[in-house]
C-alpha cells in the first residue's frame, strides 16, 4: 500500500541521526521531546510541516536508545471533533518499545494539565534483521489454545521466578511439554500490545488482566515483554521448533483513550478527528461501536497505514503466523455500515507480506448490522457462537438440540456454506477468555462477578450453564462426579467437530474463576491458573482425546460432512440412532432425543462417536462391519456400553 509519505512514520535511524516522522491531521505543530534515562527532558525538537499532515525532521547525532515523546498544537475543539493539547504528551503510535506500562492518572484527561512526568517514552531501537517467514506452522482443523500470558504462567513452578508472567515463561521446557502434550497447533495470545487500565479500575483496587485496551499497536507492554520484540521473537523462534504456530490477538477497533472524558495519550492528541470515528450530524460525538469509549476509523488511510504496518512489524520481526481480531466487523465498517469488501479488509488479504498468514475473525461488536458471522468469506476463519451455545445447551438438557449439534460437529454448513463453499471457516469452541471456563459452566447457573465492584451488573446474563444440583463448590462426591463427566462430555464434543477447535489454556485441567464470567479486571488468582492443583483426570482426558483428533486422519478436517455413500470419502456422515437405525426426520425432532451416534468416513476405516446426555448408561448397535470395533477414547470399552453423560468413540479395524 502506498500512503504517499516520503519517509516511514515513527524514528528511523540513519547515517546522519535519527529521523522522526509524524503524521497529524490538522495539526498546526508537532515537537519531539528528547529525554535520558533519569527521565530528564535534555531537548525539544520542532519537526517541519512537509506535504499534507506528515511533521518530520532529522535530529542529528542521536543513536539507538534515545528516549522520546511526542507534543501537538493545533485547535482545542471538541464539538469539532479536535482536541489538540500541547501540554499532553504523546506516545509516537508508531514506536516499537517502551520504557515501562502505562498507568492511569486523571491528569492524563485534564486538558492544559502537562503530563511528561506520568507518560511512558518510546525507546528508539534498531529493527532486528528482517524475517521473511514461509507459509504458517500452523494449518486450519488444528487446536488453537488461548493463551493469557501473565494469568498462565504466573503460578508455574517450574518457570523461573523472574520469567513468570511474561513471554519468556512460553518458551520454558515445561510449557512447551504441556503443548505437546495437546498436540496445540497454534497457540492465540491474548492482547500483548501496551494497554491501559480502565479509568475506573485504578479506584476499586482492580486492573485490566486481559489487556484488550491498547494504546499503541506496535510496542508490547513492558510488563509482559520487558525485553521488547525480541522477546517475543525468540518465543516465536521457540514455539515453532515445537512445530507450534503463534497467533496474536490484536485489537484494532479501539484504544484505551476511551470516551470525551478519556485520557489524551497518542492519537487522540495527533488527530483525534480523523484517528477516531465521529457522528456524522454531530463531530463532536464520538461513535462507541465497541463499547469501550471510542472506535478507530479503520475506513481512512491513516488508520489504515497503522494497522497494516503494525502486522508488517510482529511478521517480519517476529515471524508471527496469523492475527485474531478482535470486534472485526470495525475493520469492515464506514458511514454506510460492515462489507466484507471493504478497503482494509483487502489490503490485508492482499497484502504480500501478510496474504497467506492465518486471519481469524471475531465477527460482531455493539455497533449497527454488527454481527457478521458468516460474511468474511475466505480466507478468513470466524469465530463461531453458535457452535459454543449450541453444544452447551444440548449437554444442559434444552430441549429439541440434537439436530442443532449435528449441524455444529458438520462444520455448521448453515452458516458457511454460502456461495457453494465445500469447507468450513468456523472456529468452534464451548469457553474463551469471555464468559465461564469450562470447569464453570457445569458448577454455577448464574454469574457472580461481585469481585469486579459493579455489583454483579456486568458480563453475560444468558450464559447457557449449569450447575448439577448446587451452585458453586461442593463437597457431595455424586455431584463432583457428575461435574466431571459433563465437563469431558463439553471437551471431547469440542474435538470431534469439524473445523478449527480453540481451547482456552487451563480448561484442560479445571481452571475455575469461582462463577466470575467477566474476569477482565482480575489479574489475581480468581485468572491465574493454579499448576499444582490441577484435575489430573481431566487433563489426561483431554490429552487422549487430542491424541485421537491429531492421529485420525477423520477428524481434524474442513470439509462439511456429506451423506455416507459407501465411497473411500473421509466426508461422509452416517447418523444413527442407538438402535443402528438411521436418524429419519421424526427422530431429528423429537425434542426428548437424548443420545445419537455419528458414524465417520468409509466402510473399513469408519470412527463411530456416540453422544449420550441421558443420566443413564445405554448399549448400542454399531454398523455391521467385517472387521472390529474398538475403543478409541477414554470411557470406550469392549463390550460397547456408553456410560451416561459421555462422548465415546470406536474405530473400525480390520479383522
Given at each position: 500500500m502506498d500512503f504517499g509519505a516520503p519517509w516511514n512514520p515513527g524514528a528511523e535511524l540513519t547515517a546522519e541521526g535519527v529521523r522522526f516522522t509524524v503524521r497529524a491531521p490538522s495539526a498546526s505543530s508537532v515537537i519531539v521531546c528528547l529525554f535520558d534515562q533519569l527521565d530528564n527532558e535534555t531537548a525539544r525538537h520542532q519537526l517541519e510541516r512537509g506535504d499534507g499532515d506528515i511533521f518530520s525532521a532529522v535530529v542529528p547525532g542521536l543513536k539507538a536508545g534515545v528516549r522520546y515523546g511526542l507534543r501537538a498544537d493545533g485547535p482545542w475543539q471538541p464539538e469539532a471533533g479536535h482536541r489538540f493539547d500541547p501540554s499532553k504528551l504523546l506516545v509516537d503510535p508508531f514506536a516499537v518499545r517502551l520504557d515501562r506500562p502505562f498507568s492511569y492518572d486523571p491528569r492524563l484527561g485534564i486538558f492544559g494539565e502537562d503530563t511528561q512526568s506520568i507518560v511512558p517514552k518510546a525507546i528508539l531501537e534498531p529493527p532486528l534483521t528482517p524475517l521473511n517467514p514461509g507459509r504458517p506452522t500452523c494449518d486450519a482443523g488444528g487446536l488453537i489454545y488461548e493463551i493469557p500470558v501473565r494469568a498462565f504462567t504466573q503460578l508455574h513452578p517450574d518457570v523461573p521466578e523472574a520469567d513468570r508472567g511474561t513471554l519468556r515463561a512460553l518458551a520454558h521446557p515445561s510449557i512447551i511439554e504441556h503443548l505437546r502434550k495437546l498436540h496445540v497447533s497454534a497457540v492465540e495470545l491474548m492482547p500483548i500490545a501496551a494497554w491501559i487500565d480502565e479509568r475506573h479500575l485504578p479506584p476499586l483496587g482492580l486492573s485490566n488482566a486481559w489487556g484488550y485496551n491498547p494504546v499503541t499497536m506496535m510496542a508490547l507492554d513492558p510488563r509482559l515483554a520487558p525485553g521488547g520484540i525480541s522477546d517475543l521473537h525468540h518465543v516465536v523462534d521457540t514455539l515453532h521448533a515445537a512445530d507450534i504456530g503463534v497467533i496474536l490477538d490484536v485489537v484494532f477497533n479501539h484504544t484505551g483513550e476511551s470516551d470525551s472524558d478519556?485520557?489524551?495519550?497518542?492519537?487522540?492528541?495527533?488527530?483525534?478527528?480523523?484517528?477516531?470515528?465521529?457522528?456524522?450530524?454531530?463531530?463532536?460525538?464520538?461513535?462507541?461501536?465497541?463499547?469501550?469509549?471510542?472506535?478507530?476509523?479503520?475506513?481512512?488511510?491513516?488508520?489504515?497505514?497503522?494497522?497494516?504496518?503494525?502486522?508488517?512489524?510482529?511478521?517480519?520481526?517476529?515471524?508471527?503466523?496469523?492475527?485474531?481480531?478482535?470486534?472485526?466487523?470495525?475493520?469492515?465498517?464506514?458511514?454506510?455500515?460492515?462489507?466484507?469488501?471493504?478497503?482494509?479488509?483487502?489490503?490485508?488479504?492482499?497484502?504480500?507480506?501478510?496474504?497467506?498468514?492465518?486471519?481469524?475473525?471475531?465477527?460482531?461488536?455493539?455497533?449497527?448490522?454488527?454481527?457478521?458471522?458468516?460474511?468474511?468469506?475466505?480466507?478468513?476463519?470466524?469465530?463461531?457462537?453458535?457452535?459454543?451455545?449450541?453444544?452447551?445447551?444440548?449437554?444442559?438438557?434444552?430441549?429439541?438440540?440434537?439436530?442443532?449439534?449435528?449441524?455444529?460437529?458438520?462444520?455448521?454448513?448453515?452458516?458457511?456454506?454460502?456461495?457453494?463453499?465445500?469447507?468450513?471457516?468456523?472456529?468452534?469452541?464451548?469457553?474463551?477468555?469471555?464468559?465461564?471456563?469450562?470447569?464453570?459452566?457445569?458448577?454455577?447457573?448464574?454469574?457472580?462477578?461481585?469481585?469486579?465492584?459493579?455489583?454483579?451488573?456486568?458480563?453475560?446474563?444468558?450464559?447457557?450453564?449449569?450447575?448439577?444440583?448446587?451452585?458453586?463448590?461442593?463437597?457431595?462426591?455424586?455431584?463432583?462426579?457428575?461435574?466431571?463427566?459433563?465437563?469431558?462430555?463439553?471437551?471431547?464434543?469440542?474435538?470431534?467437530?469439524?473445523?478449527?477447535?480453540l481451547l482456552t489454556a487451563g480448561d484442560e485441567f479445571g481452571h475455575s474463576q469461582h462463577g466470575n464470567n467477566n474476569a477482565y479486571a482480575q489479574d489475581n488468582a480468581i485468572t491465574w491458573r493454579n499448576w499444582e492443583e490441577l484435575d489430573q483426570q481431566r487433563l489426561d482426558f483431554t490429552r487422549a482425546w487430542a491424541e485421537l483428533r491429531e492421529t485420525s486422519p477423520l477428524l481434524g478436517r474442513m470439509s462439511f460432512l456429506s451423506d455416507s455413500d459407501g465411497s473411500a470419502d473421509p466426508d461422509q456422515v452416517a447418523w444413527l440412532k442407538t438402535d443402528g437405525q438411521p436418524m429419519a426426520p421424526a427422530d431429528w425432532e423429537n425434542s426428548h432425543l437424548n443420545s445419537f451416534m455419528m458414524v465417520l468416513g468409509p466402510p473399513g476405516q469408519r470412527l463411530t462417536i456416540v453422544f449420550n446426555r441421558s443420566h443413564e448408561a445405554i448399549r448400542c448397535v454399531f454398523p455391521a462391519s467385517s472387521g472390529l470395533w474398538c475403543p478409541a477414547s477414554p470411557r470406550a470399552s469392549i463390550e460397547k456400553p456408553v456410560p451416561p453423560r459421555s462422548v465415546v468413540c470406536w474405530q473400525e479395524m480390520p479383522g
Open positions: 478519556g485520557p489524551t495519550l497518542s492519537l487522540r492528541g495527533l488527530g483525534n478527528a480523523t484517528y477516531y470515528r465521529h457522528d456524522q450530524h454531530t463531530p463532536g460525538t464520538l461513535v462507541n461501536d465497541t463499547g469501550c469509549g471510542n472506535t478507530l476509523a479503520c475506513d481512512r488511510p491513516e488508520v489504515q497505514e497503522l494497522v497494516l504496518r503494525s502486522m508488517h512489524h510482529f511478521v517480519t520481526q517476529a515471524g508471527i503466523d496469523g492475527f485474531r481480531f478482535d470486534l472485526a466487523p470495525v475493520l469492515g465498517r464506514d458511514a454506510n455500515g460492515f462489507s466484507p469488501d471493504a478497503k482494509l479488509l483487502q489490503l490485508i488479504a492482499d497484502d504480500p507480506v501478510l496474504h497467506d498468514r492465518v486471519l481469524i475473525a471475531e465477527p460482531w461488536d455493539i455497533g449497527p448490522g454488527g454481527y457478521q458471522l458468516g460474511n468474511f468469506g475466505p480466507p478468513w476463519l470466524e469465530w463461531n457462537d453458535n457452535a459454543r451455545d449450541d453444544i452447551r445447551r444440548y449437554w444442559r438438557g434444552d430441549d429439541a438440540m440434537s439436530g442443532a449439534l449435528a449441524t455444529r460437529l458438520s462444520g455448521s454448513s448453515d452458516i458457511f456454506a454460502r456461495n457453494s463453499a465445500t469447507r468450513t471457516r468456523s472456529i468452534n469452541f464451548v469457553a474463551a477468555h469471555d464468559g465461564f471456563p469450562i470447569g464453570d459452566l457445569v458448577c454455577f447457573e448464574e454469574k457472580h462477578n461481585e469481585a469486579n465492584g459493579e455489583e454483579n451488573r456486568d458480563g453475560h446474563g444468558a450464559n447457557h450453564s449449569w450447575n448439577n444440583g448446587v451452585e458453586g463448590p461442593s463437597d457431595d462426591v455424586s455431584i463432583r462426579a457428575a461435574r466431571e463427566a459433563d465437563a469431558c462430555a463439553l471437551i471431547a464434543t469440542l474435538f470431534a467437530s469439524r473445523g478449527t477447535i
